[in-house]
């Protein structure tokens, strides 16, 4: 409750450099053990490459002692984010949202619902920004990393040799509870930037490689305290084995511009792209099921003209951009999904419109005088537009269309097609190395506690970015997304190297990003760090 506290205290609001603040304290934190102390290099910040609020990701490792250097010690992984949502929602509140022990003072009935307001007079409930996503679960894998950390810094596993088990009734038996025997690695890391584009994670790959590299490490599986939820009776969690995919396909369409008196020579853009947004917007034939799950349709996010003010003629130009969540589905199924219905939708303007992907655009540019001279000015002036003005990534994605339209002078009517970051591929623990392995721990944690694994999670998490499957590096996203390069990317090698399975295990949580935010105050202190204590000591001890 006091690294919550502390936590919670900072005010680290998402894309802002208050970030910062909160992985100072981290570091400060784990600094102040004695473990640490006696191995400073076990600890430390690893900043973001190219970020523009010069972020870090805190990171900090626990392990056995070295043994020979063939062998890999088998290596925890507990993941989370320091970053929060704005408080805004507060309200009148707001000053208050991130002291837990203030914030249940000042909270409303009328600001909450029903069944929050229940929750804030029965005492069992910790309410404030932050304290369901994620710093609770962060703060409860932070005080078994130290108390793992003064274990080990006693030596408890010199007098013990490692012995085989296969169930979780052998790990019970062994006082998993106490983790006395430090017989692996527990790597601890925290990124910023979870609740915007994911940049934290994706900066971390390098580090979790270098590592991994540097104290041989098993990546066996990773733990990222993303909030659970609850069946209606309270009783049984839900527990994530995978994350959902997603891609941002970024539709413009350029017309005919014309004064509106001079309709039927003209072309407008907004018909075009609202018959292609009325064919794919909740289309539920191309959603996708897996198990009991169902993926959500095509939602639009944003459909608009490209006027930048008003005149009595046509937009020259309109465009939207589409969210898709995918479990199997890939950049180039995706690409073929969104060229097909835009294809049946200009099948029946007014006169004839040419469909194309950035990519095709793209080497249309190159072979023309100047080329070398606007990419370079462009992608300069695209960095500052994001690192500078803080656009978003879609914002400038349409800019450097339009701007590459402009280069090649295409005055004919068109739509082009492509991507905008960011990409969250999808991935499923099962799909990744050691299945079997695998198994065992989602089988002894079942035994263990009342839970139910579901094979994704549907809210996009950093864990897509933990591994890819085999064989699902494509070309077809870098080709296709014209930021794809200096200004966004992530190391598709790194995921098919590292390839961690991985739990979206946390405490049980309600309503986070919303004023009624609140973790459990039971699960956070007392059910949540029982069941990572046994998983832990399971994963240490299980082939």
Not at 174 to 180: P, V
Not at 334 to 345: E, H, Q, R, T
Not at 433 to 453: C, G, P, T, V
Not at 473 to 502: C, H
Request: charged share 25%; with cysteine.
């Amino acid at each position: 409750m006091n690294i919550l506290r502390g936590l919670m205290a900072q005010k680290s609001i998402t894309n802002t450099e208050d970030e910062i603040l909160a992985e100072n304290w981290m570091i400060d934190y784990f600094r102040r053990l004695p473990y640490f102390q006696n191995y400073p290099e076990l600890c430390g910040s690893f900043p973001i490459p190219d970020d523009p609020l010069r972020r870090n990701t805190v990171w900090a490792l626990v392990k056995s002692k070295e043994t020979a250097e063939d062998h890999f010690l088998p290596t925890v992984v507990f993941m989370g984010h320091h970053d929060v949502v704005s408080a805004d929602v507060y309200g009148d509140a707001e000053p208050w949202a991130f002291d837990p022990d203030e914030i249940t003072k000042h909270l409303s009935r009328e600001s909450l619902s029903a069944e929050a307001n229940t929750d804030l007079l029965s005492g069992e409930w910790i309410f404030g920004r932050g304290s369901c996503d994620m710093l609770g679960g962060t703060a409860a894998q932070m005080a078994l990393l130290a108390e793992v950390a003064e274990n080990a810094l006693k030596g408890d596993d010199a007098s013990e040799d490692r012995k085989e088990i296969s169930s979780s009734e052998t790990v019970a038996e062994s006082q998993a509870e106490e983790l006395k025997a430090i017989r692996g690695a527990l790597l601890f890391v925290s990124v910023p930037d979870e609740e915007s584009f994911s940049v934290g994670m994706r900066g971390t790959l390098p580090l979790l490689e270098k590592i991994k590299e540097a104290h041989h490490l098993d990546y066996r599986l990773a733990v990222c305290a993303e909030p659970n939820r609850r069946t209606d009776d309270g009783k049984t969690q839900v527990v994530s084995a995978g994350s959902i995919g997603k891609l941002l396909p970024v539709v413009l369409v350029q017309g005919k511009l014309v004064q509106i008196g001079s309709y039927r020579e003209g072309l407008n853009p907004l018909g075009i792209l609202s018959r292609i947004v009325a064919a794919t917007e909740g289309d539920e034939s191309f959603t996708e099921r897996f198990e009991d799950e169902l993926s959500v349709p095509p939602v639009w996010m944003y459909v608009r003209d490209l006027k930048d003010g008003y005149d009595f003629s046509l937009p020259r130009r309109a465009a939207g951009y589409c969210n898709v969540l995918t479990f199997h589905k890939t950049p180039a199924r995706v690409l073929a999904y969104f060229l097909g219905k835009i294809k049946a939708a200009v099948t029946d303007a007014s006169q004839p419109v040419a469909v194309k992907t950035w990519v095709t655009l793209w080497q249309q540019a190159k072979q023309r005088d100047g080329f070398a001279d606007f990419s370079k000015e462009i992608m300069e002036q695209a960095a500052v537009l994001l690192k500078e003005q803080h656009k978003t990534f879609p914002e400038v994605t349409l800019w450097l269309m339009q701007r590459t339209l402009d280069f090649v002078q295409a005055d004919e009517p068109l739509v082009l097609l492509g991507f905008a970051p960011p990409y969250y591929p999808a991935v499923r623990s099962e799909e990744l190395d050691h299945e079997q392995r695998f198994s065992k721990y989602i089988k002894a944690l079942a035994r263990w506690n009342d839970i139910r694994i579901e094979p994704y999670f549907t809210g996009v998490s950093d864990c897509s970015y933990c591994g890819l499957p085999e064989g699902e590096k494509s070309p077809v996203y870098q080709a296709n997304t014209p930021l794809w390069g200096e200004l966004y990317q992530f190391d598709m090698a790194a995921l098919e190297r590292l390839r961690i399975p991985f739990l979206l295990l946390g405490p049980w949580g309600k309503d986070l990003h919303q004023v009624g935010e609140r973790v459990n105050r039971y699960s956070l202190t007392q059910e949540y760090p029982e069941m990572l204590k046994k998983l832990l000591r399971f994963v240490w001890l299980s082939d």
